[in-house]
């Protein structure tokens, strides 16, 4: 799972609440502890998810005997601590209400936005070296786009290290990815809310195996302009 796929399907939200098939579970999680913005929302979703469970769960003090038949002034003289089960019960209605009217309605609506049919451009980079200076425009509406790059170096590994790194060197964000089939293109599907217009470079690394160290292998040019 890739930071695209992650914030697309909402997974630290239903990674809290349960919602993960267990294998889904294990790519977010191998996926978080390499992507620092999805870890910092999992850590804040979690702490307010314990915040709100040790209110619930705290324990409730021993209330002092009421008279049979308690008066208004008696009813209004209980200690503040009376109202704590009271308040946490609140408190767990207002986390479930929340859930129910805001998060899953979110989710599905993402999911339908994911599903629904949509244009999506799709661009081959030219290597660095070519001074090639074709912008791929990504249409207004489109959420997604792709960029493929032919390998341009000798053998074949088991898996690649993709870098994008901006005008100024340095790296927007990196993604692993599986070797394409004999005699295809590396492809990436990018969502457009990943990078802003501008010109980047797109730096391919084998992945360290045994007995081969990592090693930059290519170098593509990409300019971007979102319509």
């Known amino acids: 799972m890739n930071h695209t796929e992650a914030v697309s399907t909402g997974a630290v939200e239903r990674y809290l609440l349960g919602q993960l098939s267990s294998s889904e579970s294990d790519q977010f999680e191998q996926h978080f502890f390499d992507c620092t913005e999805c870890a910092r929302d999992l850590r804040s979703g979690a702490l307010f998810q ?85 912008i791929l425009e990504v249409p207004t509406g489109s959420r997604f786009y792709t960029i493929y790059m032919d390998p341009a170096w000798q053998g074949s590994f088991a898996a690649y290290m993709c870098s994008i790194e ?45 007995g081969r160290p990592q090693a930059e292998l290519a170098r593509y040019s990409l300019i971007l302009k979102l319509n």
Request: no cysteine; net charge positive.
């Open 166 to 210: 901006d005008a100024s060197g340095a790296a927007k964000f990196s993604v692993r990815l599986p070797a394409p089939a004999p005699g295809e293109p590396i492809q990436i599907l990018m969502a457009r809310s990943l990078l802003p217009s501008g010109r980047y470079t797109v730096v391919i690394r084998n992945a360290p195996e045994n």
């Open 50 to 134: 314990d915040n709100a469970r040790s209110v619930f769960l705290e324990e409730r003090p021993a209330a002092k005997p009421l008279p049979a038949k308690p008066s208004i002034s008696t009813w209004f003289g209980w200690r503040a601590w009376n109202w704590a089960p009271a308040l946490a019960s609140l408190v767990l209605a207002a986390i479930v209400g929340y859930q129910a009217w805001i998060v899953i309605p979110r989710l599905r609506g993402q999911l339908d936005a994911v599903l629904t049919p949509q244009p999506v451009a799709s661009h081959a980079l030219p290597p660095l070296s070519r001074g090639d200076t074709r």
